[in-house]
Nanobody
């Protein structure tokens, strides 16, 4: 069974940047779309960004529009989130998600992004 593994989280300051990565393992991995979600302390998990595997169309939640960019690699087995001009409210655990065959949902284990004052 394929797995998703995130990396790239860390400490950031106001206006800083981070690039999150998520790689799928397993030869049978296929996804119709990949996305990033995040969960801040005491809050529910929320959608951040989405990219469709066919065509590459993207969608973002309003709070990150213009600051974050989602992308995939050529093989469409990895997804990235370039985060620029980071704000305190961006502090969260970021999770990678993929829509697989047969409606199967893949989730990564999460990577922490922490705002440092």
């Amino acid at each position: 069974q394929a797995q998703l593994v995130e990396s790239g989280g860390g400490l950031v300051q106001a206006g800083g940047s981070l690039r999150l990565s998520c790689a799928a393992s397993g030869r049978t991995f296929f996804s119709y779309a990949m996305a990033w979600f995040r969960q801040a302390p005491g809050k529910e998990r929320e959608f951040v960004a989405f990219i469709r595997s066919s065509g590459g169309s993207t969608n973002y939640t309003d709070s990150v529009q213009g600051r974050f960019t989602i992308s995939t690699n050529k093989n469409r087995n990895a997804v990235y989130l370039q985060m620029n001009n980071l704000e305190r409210d961006d502090t969260a655990v970021y999770y990678c998600h993929a829509d697989g065959l047969g409606g199967y949902h893949y989730w990564g284990q999460g990577t922490q992004v922490t705002f440092s004052s």
